[in-house]
């Protein structure tokens, strides 16, 4: 069967942004109902001829940093349990927080390989030097992508293939 890619991090990163672009259509919402809690949503994505099954591990928009906290864990848990490459996805505006260190501590621990993705990079030029801050999460070198502006996207795909 097909590998599986997950995309995890904190709510209001992108991931269902990222995912929509690359199922092709909203399978995913993008703004989830407050306190609603969301099923994993599956998407079947092609690059370069390599087929993947994503899923976006969506989830409640908590305004706890606990329950985020607990969220975030549950999901890389779910990554870890069931994909093959699992995506870490950061953003740039909001910066590295603690949230994202503990996360970055599970997968490295899972021994799966994981991408780490900083998103709202909506112009290289601007934004390129706030991404490496990210090093220091010590899950390999940040891919600076723009989900909402399609930037970057297929360095991140090359990168995701090439663990198949
Ligand atoms: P999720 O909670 O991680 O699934 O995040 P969403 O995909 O729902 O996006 C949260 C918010 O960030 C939405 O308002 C998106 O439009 C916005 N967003 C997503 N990607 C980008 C991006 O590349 N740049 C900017 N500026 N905003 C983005
Ligand atoms: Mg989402």
């Known amino acids: 069967s097909k590998p599986i890619v997950a995309i995890v991090g904190r709510p209001n990163v992108g991931k269902s942004t990222l995912f929509n672009i690359l199922a092709g259509e909203n399978i995913s919402i993008v703004k989830d109902t407050p306190g609603v809690?969301?099923?994993?949503?599956?998407?079947?994505v092609e690059w370069l001829g390599k087929n993947f099954t994503m899923i976006d591990t969506g989830g409640i928009e908590p305004d706890s940093s606990d329950i985020i906290l607990s969220q975030m864990?549950?999901?890389?848990?779910?990554a870890i349990d069931t994909a093959d490459v699992?995506?870490?996805?950061?953003?740039?505006?909001?910066?590295?927080?603690?949230a994202d260190a503990r996360?970055?501590?599970m997968l490295r621990r899972a021994k799966k390989p994981v991408i780490l993705v900083?998103?709202?990079?909506?112009?290289?030029?601007?934004f390129m030097a706030d991404t490496y801050e990210f090093?220091?999460?010590?899950?390999?070198?940040?891919?600076?992508i723009s989900a909402s502006s399609k930037?970057?996207?297929?360095?991140?795909?090359d990168e995701v293939i090439r663990h198949f």
């Open 151 to 157: 930037l970057g996207i297929g360095d991140m795909l």
């Open 37 to 44: 809690t969301r099923d994993r949503i599956y998407a079947d």
């Open 86 to 98: 699992i995506i870490f996805m950061t953003d740039v505006r909001q910066g590295l927080v603690d």
């Open 135 to 144: 090093y220091n999460l010590g899950i390999g070198d940040p891919i600076p």
């Open 103 to 105: 996360v970055a501590d």
């Open 118 to 126: 900083v998103n709202k990079v909506d112009s290289f030029q601007k």
């Open 73 to 78: 864990r549950e999901q890389a848990q779910i």
